[in-house]
């Protein structure tokens, strides 16, 4: 789903893949203006605060040590 499709479907968040890319997902952020969740390849601490900073509202990791980091 493109970021205009988005705003015209008005979806409750918007998934953003892989989710360790900060720019992209501050790109994406600016654009749209509902909540993003960055998923995908997110396995370090530094990778959810960026992703966090870049204006994603949650980070799905697999990555059991990252689950209460907050």
Known sequence: MGVVQAEDLKPDF???LPGIIPEFIEEISRRYSGDIIAGGLVRKKEQVFAALKAGAKAIPTSC???????
């Open 14 to 16: 918007l998934e953003i």
């Open 64 to 70: 059991k040590d990252l689950w209460k980091i907050l």
